[in-house]
């Protein structure tokens, strides 16, 4: 039965929600930015060492930045473009099309009651926000 990009959606929202799953998309373009420029600055004024002490603080204030900057993940995935959501449930039919069900709700109970099916979909969940969006994940409510 085809599924609809909707539907892979709000099942894929609905186990975020249960593991708890939070995302912070990683800035590294203004990271490096910020590195580089204290990085440049302490060159000005101290010399070598400066360069050090530079780098080193403005990759520590970069991480200060982007702390706290985490969002559940069912928010994340609900204001993905719509080809990028089409990327996400292409990838998770692969997991789900050896299944046999009859409607969205079915296909939920049947995830949601088998850990096999939820760690596959939860592994693949994390790859794709990682490699795709470059996000750091973490668990937890």
Same mark, same amino acid.
């Given at each position: 039965? *085809? ?27 203004? #990271? ?7 990085? $440049?600055? =302490?060159?000005?004024?101290?010399? *070598? !060492?400066?360069?050090?002490?530079? #780098?080193? $603080? =403005?990759? %520590? ?8 900057? $985490?969002? !559940?993940? *069912? &928010?994340?995935?609900?204001?993905? *473009? !719509?080809?990028?959501? &089409? ?25 949601? #009651? ?18 795709? %969006? ?5 668990? #937890?409510?």
């Amino acid at each position: 039965m *085809p599924i609809s990009v909707d539907d892979v959606i709000q099942l894929l929202c609905q186990l975020a929600q249960k593991k708890g799953m939070k995302a912070a998309v990683r800035h590294s373009g203004q #990271g490096a930015l910020l590195a580089g420029a204290t990085a $440049f600055v =302490g060159g000005l004024m101290g010399g *070598p !060492p400066g360069i050090a002490v530079g #780098g080193a $603080f =403005g990759g %520590l204030l970069g991480a200060w930045m982007s702390a706290g900057q $985490f969002k !559940p993940v *069912p &928010q994340i995935l609900l204001e993905l *473009p !719509p080809a990028e959501q &089409q990327k996400l449930c292409d990838e998770a039919i692969h997991i789900l099309r050896q299944l046999d069900w009859t409607d969205a709700v079915q296909l939920t109970a049947l995830v949601m #009651g088998s850990a096999g099916l939820q760690e596959k979909l939860t592994a693949m969940l994390i790859n794709y926000l990682s490699k795709q %969006l470059g996000a750091s994940v973490q668990y #937890g409510k």
